[in-house]
């Protein structure tokens, strides 16, 4: 949402802005604002250790209604599928506010595929006045849900504005995290970035991920895999425990988006199961292989830029090897168009809804 943020900002004559921030990532969430340098107006503070999705979204409802009744906002934008983005959208709602759904339209039709993020844009988009779709699939998918035309449009996804943002500023920007993570990672290596979270591959599917990561790391002298770790245990423990005393394999903590930005730029090939990551990695040329069975970014692997590799050890393992030994593979996947836009999804937004204020 920080490049959509900027763009408001730019139009004060127009709209009055503000931002509200639940903060339920909380370190994830300072270092972007500090990045992008953006105060919220409203900061929640919802996040708990421990805390339960149900417990997670009555707190978003109970906090989040006296700033609506207090400000009394015409439009409430929300970003995805996040819990935040799904309990705000129900909270402007019942406020009164038009809600404005940013990256709309996802789907994988599967409410356990992604899990809760199915179900939170299918709700978020039920709710929704206006669809802020990224692709005419994206688009598609609203209109057989009956959403009507002329409130959806096709801008590509802000993800993209922001990851050029980001480029831009890395070329001057400089932290400590940033200069600890220049120091240890070997670029004069062929760098696998490595990202893994979702509650869907827990227990077994991490097992199997670690071990193709391991198969990797031995069968390949001239590849160094860095992986930042997810805090979950249910990640960190089985991660470790296979992979902790593999020394071409760097586990290190998780990165501000930043230094993820940068690490991402500095990778010969990212394997992940983010959706954000599957969007943002076409554009620096970067092919993904992504650890899940099931994507809401179809238009990703129907063009090439992807490759859906689920939790299978083999598969994993075969693909990877053929991007580090097949070279024309590897520059076909590295040159192909991204479908998820260009950088200009934000001014797009803001000139949409200047057409119907």
Same mark, same amino acid.
């Given at each position: ?32 604002? @500090?990045?992008? !340098? ?6 929640? @503070? ?31 934008? +929300? ?10 959208? &129900? ?7 038009? *809600? ?35 692709? &005419? ?9 009956? +959403? ?12 993209? @504005? ?23 990672? @070997? ?6 970035? +490595? ?27 001239? *590849? ?50 983010? !959706? ?33 590799? !689920? ?47």
């Amino acid at each position: 949402m920080a490049p959509l943020v900027k763009e408001f900002l730019k139009n004060t004559d127009l709209f009055e802005t503000k931002i509200c921030v639940t903060a339920q990532h909380r370190e994830m969430l300072d270092q972007v604002l @500090d990045f992008f !340098g953006i105060i919220p107006d409203y900061d929640l @503070d919802l996040m708990r250790s421990g805390q339960s999705l149900n417990l997670l979204t009555a707190r978003i409802f109970r906090e989040l209604s006296p700033i609506l009744e207090s400000f009394k906002p015409d439009y409430v934008y +929300v970003h995805g599928d996040t819990t935040t983005s799904m309990a705000a959208a &129900i909270a402007g709602f019942y406020g009164g506010a038009k *809600i404005c759904h940013i990256e709309a339209g996802l789907r994988t039709f599967n409410k356990q595929s992604p899990f809760p993020e199915e179900m939170n844009r299918c709700v978020t988009g039920s709710v929704a006045d206006f669809h802020f779709a990224p692709t &005419i699939t994206s688009k598609n998918n609203l209109l057989r849900e009956s +959403v009507r035309e002329d409130t959806i449009s096709i801008t590509g996804n802000t993800v993209i @504005d922001a990851l050029k943002m980001s480029i831009e500023k890395l070329k001057t920007y400089n932290s400590k995290e940033l200069n600890n993570l220049k120091n240890t990672v @070997d670029t004069n290596k062929k760098i696998i970035l +490595v990202t893994g979270h979702r509650r869907e591959n827990h227990g077994q599917g991490f097992i199997n991920i670690c071990s193709a990561l391991k198969q990797i790391a031995t069968k390949n002298k001239e *590849i160094e895999i860095v992986y930042p770790v997810h805090l979950n245990p249910k990640v960190l423990n089985p991660v470790h425990e296979i992979l902790g005393t593999e020394k071409s394999i760097k586990l290190i903590k998780p990165l501000s988006y930043p230094s993820f930005v940068w690490l991402m730029n500095k990778a010969k090939i990212i394997i992940t199961d983010s !959706g954000g990551v599957q969007e943002e990695a076409p554009s620096l040329g970067k092919p993904v292989l992504v650890m899940r069975n099931t994507t809401e970014r179809p238009e990703a692997v129907e063009s090439g830029t992807v490759i859906l590799v !689920g939790t299978d050890t083999d598969k994993i393992v075969l693909e990877t090897t053929k991007l580090l030994k097949d070279t024309l593979l590897y520059d076909k996947m590295s040159k192909l168009h991204n479908p998820y836009g260009d950088g200009k999804s934000s001014k797009r937004i803001v000139e949409f809804i200047k057409n119907i204020v």
